[in-house]
T-cell receptor, first 111, second 113 residues
Framework: QKEVEQDPGPLSVPEGAIVSLNCTYS??????FMWYRQYSRKGPELLMY????GNKEDGRFTAQVDKSSKYISLFIRDSQPSDSATYLC???????????FGQGTRLTINP | DSGVTQTPKHLITATGQRVTLRCSPR?????VYWYQQSLDQGLQFLIQ???????AKGNILERFSAQQFPDLHSELNLSSLELGDSALYFC????????????FGQGTRLTVV
């Protein structure tokens, strides 16, 4: 079993829709959670960074962490074609010996 | 611009050869991570260095090695290259060893022919 599970998609939605991306994990020691956006064959770009449980909002993006369920989400409101990319979740523990990534979800926003 | 610099951007080499990939972390970042991303695959963790010392190892082949120098830049050495080593290699840096964001470079695209 992988430490982090993420549905690879692909996910295709119309412009303006609310997008929900999710990851589940098995290691209860994870405390730091990140979402990255990766355009085709480019370096991952950090979108959101959260610590422990709760919500964090930044513009059209909201990150949620539910440690009791070992489940994290990224919501994108008013989705735009420019949001089309692969979204990767990542997490690490207090010791931060490594960053563990999900497989990535390929998202397409259709105009 | 993340502030993490990787060179070269592209590399084409033959099987059996050896290459060195370079990563300069963001100013002040002590931790460097190396990842491999094959076509349509996720990021596979290879190795982490913190302030010159190896901190964690992932699925790194014995043919691969890395080091972090006193000026904190890091190099990933790949030897006896095989066709299957063709991939994007990313490095990421972090301010401390924990609880800070990690920022990625733009990667080195390695093609082994």
């Amino acid at each position: 079993q992988k430490e982090v599970e993420q549905d690879p998609g692909p996910l295709s939605v119309p412009e303006g829709a609310i997008v929900s991306l999710n990851c589940t994990y098995s290691n209860s020691a994870f405390q730091y959670f990140m979402w990255y956006r990766q355009y085709s064959r480019k370096g991952p770009e950090l979108l959101m960074y959260t610590y422990s449980s709760g919500n964090k909002e930044d513009g059209r993006f909201t990150a949620q962490v539910d440690k009791s369920s070992k489940y994290i989400s990224l919501f994108i409101r008013d989705s735009q074609p420019s949001d089309s990319a692969t979204y990767l979740c990542a997490m690490s523990d207090q010791g931060a010996q490594k960053l563990v990534f999900g497989q990535g979800t390929r998202l397409t926003i259709n105009p | 611009d993340s502030g993490v610099t990787q060179t070269p951007k592209h590399l084409i080499t033959a099987t059996g050869q050896r290459v060195t990939l370079r990563c300069s972390p963001r100013s002040g970042d002590l931790s460097v991570y190396w990842y491999q991303q094959s076509l349509d695959q996720g990021l596979q963790f290879l190795i982490q260095y913190y302030n010159g010392e190896e901190r964690a190892k992932g699925n790194i082949l014995e043919r691969f090695s890395a080091q972090q120098f006193p000026d904190l830049h890091s190099e990933l050495n790949l030897s006896s290259l095989e066709l299957g080593d063709s991939a994007l290699y990313f490095c990421a840096s972090r301010r401390q060893n924990s609880n800070t964001e990690a920022f990625f470079g733009q990667g080195t695209r390695l093609t082994v022919v």
